[in-house]
């Protein structure tokens, strides 16, 4: 039998003997996205050239991490498929499509992106939006087992990647901004057959708990919180430490958004925005940190995990760090989950800091806005101060490396909340009026921001930083090249001296990146690799901020460069031309109607105000804008469903349809 892209467990605890090889999703078990490679190095990333890149079928946001083992480079692209390309000169050698329907687009949060693979003994393991886990052959892509992990009646979407935890696979889920019960699975490698799952919120008492475990959270929980799901979806991050066979799932934020609604006496809410740390052969509870205690702003504990052995006070402690959306960087004993310490890596406004006597973050007075009931701007928003995009540790400088940045929003109490069939269930209005909005303070400075940060998590202080032009932007690799690694909204791929922070060399990619770099090497020579292509939620949601000069374009490629690469990308495709708007039409009544529907139901992926952020249809400029009868075509009947639009009549009525035509119209004419 062929030998091809055989990695197990034992392959990847001795990742460094082999560093030509990326061989797990964070490289290595400790996901520290650090590379022993020095090839490219602060004296010759000057010469880093292209070296081949490959075109992606689709136009969505990319995000993933790709493997890399004896010469093949597995990746994913939106729409969960999957690629296997020559890692030394590009060539596409199979994709697999797992054919998601295009209702799933609006059955995500966030965008129909996939963040990569795991491979195993020759299959490469993933996870398809519409929630089923696969096994490919790694040689010819072909299907060797697929299981069904969620119920697709309710709205669980699977964006992570799997990852290897000894002899089985964990994977996740989100969906926590449509009402749904977390959980993660570990299923066998071979087979794929279910071998535990752990929920990581309590169920409906009267359906009995799982475990000791699940009757524990409940008592944190008050009202009938099952009703909306609970939430807590692990959608991203996990960390394996296989000396203490403890597997950790980082959860996300509780469902609906707002605690008033969802657990309405009150309470901690767990698992919510927590750091849990599994039994990784059965699955059992062992310890968990909770972040944010009654989360109510969308913070969710789901970012990176980093495991380092780093020496605090004297003492070596195993540990795990984590920045997750609310703001702070925390440091835990993995082995305990004690919290050893927990600073501000941005200013936020919900909390003054954590009591180290209780673990537990001290809020400010008027941060619960479904308490005040008042419209307030809030920092962190739920972009997060740090979000999904990888961090990286680099053992050499002893600094993690965060991709940050400061985005409010504003919060205020739906209070006329319902449950709808479809569309976000947030239970946030974000509709209110400018002049009824409690305002960010001004020391806070641009509402938007986004750097690279270099931070000391022994001192927990600041190094230091880079500011960017844009909020959004990638994941982060580092190299003992003593380099790190960024792409950025702004089209660029760009290498960070890693002691300084001095920029000293970009490439133009004529794409926003999300995704992290990562490094390999073949027949001595050293790769650096990313997915370029720019969308996925803020991009989407917030065009108003990311493409306000109208630039921000998708185009979905794997880049690689390498010293001296010698290649060239194609030219950069001109911006469509935009014909003018349809006359305005309707008063002010129907336009303002329009423009809660508009926020509610189109905002998340078509923009705040209409404006796109580039990768998704500008619905300003849109061939359907003109007549109520194509408007209603797309919809209300689902005229572009296999693009991913759905039909709206479940919750649009024609005049509603109308209204919301008539905000867009107007929108086009500012
Ligand atoms: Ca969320």
New binding site residues.
């Given amino acids: 039998a062929s030998r091809t892209a055989w990695i197990d467990a034992d392959r990847i605890i001795n990742a460094d003997s082999e560093p030509g090889n990326w061989l797990a999703h964070g490289r290595t078990f400790d996901e520290q996205r650090h590379s022993p490679l020095d090839q490219v190095n602060v004296s010759t990333v000057g010469d880093l050239e292209l070296a081949w890149y490959v075109d992606l079928d689709t136009r969505r946001g990319q995000e993933a991490t790709p493997i890399v083992v004896d010469g093949v480079l597995y990746s994913t692209s939106a729409w969960s498929k999957v690629q296997a390309v020559d890692a030394e000169t590009g060539r596409l050698l199979w994709q697999y499509d797992p054919q998601v329907p295009g209702i799933w687009d609006v059955r995500a ?1 966030c965008g129909v992106q996939n963040r990569g693979a795991a491979v195993w003994q020759g299959r490469v393991i993933s996870a398809t939006l519409d929630g089923r886990l696969l096994a490919l052959n790694a040689e010819t892509g072909e299907l060797i087992w697929e299981v069904l992990t969620t119920d697709q009646e309710q709205s669980y979407t699977i964006t992570g990647a799997p990852r290897i935890i000894g002899d089985k696979v964990i994977i996740g889920n ?1 969906g ?2 449509f009402g749904v019960r977390g959980y993660v699975t570990a299923y066998d490698l071979e087979s794929g057959e279910q071998m535990w799952r752990f929920y990581t919120v309590p169920g409906n008492p009267a359906d009995g708990f799982e475990d000791d475990t699940q009757r524990m959270a409940a008592e944190t929980w008050t009202g009938e919180w099952w009703t909306g799901g609970g939430g807590g979806t692990a959608w991203d991050s996990f960390a394996y430490d296989p000396d203490l066979d403890l597997v950790y799932v980082g959860t ?2 509780g469902s609906p958004w707002a605690r008033a609604i969802r657990s309405p006496g009150g309470g901690d809410n767990l698992f919510l925005s927590s750091i849990v740390a599994l039994d990784a052969n059965t699955g059992d509870y062992k310890w968990h940190y909770q972040t944010v205690p009654g989360d109510t702003w ?1 913070y ?1 504990a789901v970012q990176h995990m980093i495991l380092a052995d780093l020496e605090i006070d004297g003492d070596e402690r195993k540990v795990l760090m984590q920045a997750p959306k609310n703001g702070f960087f925390y440091v835990l004993d993995r082995a305990t989950g004690e919290l050893i310490s927990a600073e501000k890596i941005m200013p936020i406004n919900w909390a003054t800091h954590v009591d180290m006597e209780t673990g537990r973050p001290v809020e400010t007075v008027d941060a619960r806005y479904d308490e005040t009931l008042a419209a307030k701007k809030i920092v962190p928003g ?1 972009a997060g101060a740090h979000n999904w995009q990888p961090m990286t540790y680099s053992p050499e400088t002893g600094l993690v490396y965060i991709p940050v940045r400061q985005a409010p929003a504003v919060y205020k109490l739906d209070e006329d909340f319902e449950r709808q069939p479809i569309g976000l269930n947030i239970g946030n209005d974000f509709w209110s009026p400018p002049g009824e909005i409690i305002d960010l303070p001004e020391e806070f400075g641009p509402e938007f921001q986004g750097m690279l940060l270099a931070w000391d998590p022994v001192a927990q202080e600041e190094v230091w930083r880079v500011p960017h032009p844009l909020f959004e932007n990638g994941g982060l690799l580092s190299t003992a090249g003593n380099l790190v690694f960024q792409g950025t909204a702004n089209d660029e791929l760009v290498a960070y001296n890693a002691t300084t922070g001095e920029k000293l060399w970009s490439a133009d990619t004529q794409t926003g990146i999300l995704a992290p770099p990562i490094t390999y090497a073949i027949d001595g020579e050293q790769y650096v690799a990313v997915v370029a292509g720019w969308g996925a939620v803020y991009p989407n949601f917030l065009g108003v901020v990311l493409n306000a000069d109208g630039q921000r374009m998708n185009i979905s490629r794997i880049l690689a460069y390498k010293i001296g690469g010698g290649g060239e990308l194609p030219p950069k495709p001109a911006l469509p031309d935009t014909p003018p708007p349809p006359a305005i039409f309707g008063d002010e009544a129907l336009i303002n109607s329009g423009g809660g529907l508009y926020t509610r139901y189109c905002a998340i992926c078509h923009g705040v105000a209409a404006i796109s952020g580039g990768a998704l249809p500008d619905l300003r400029h849109s061939a359907y804008l003109g007549t109520q009868e194509a408007f209603d075509s797309v919809v209300l009947e689902g005229a572009l469903l296999n693009k991913g639009m759905a039909a709206w009549d479940a919750v649009l009525s024609a005049d509603d349809a109308e209204a919301v035509r008539a905000f867009i119209v107007f929108m086009a004419n500012q």
């Fill in positions: 949060c989100g926590a901004e996300g934020n969308d969710t739920p």
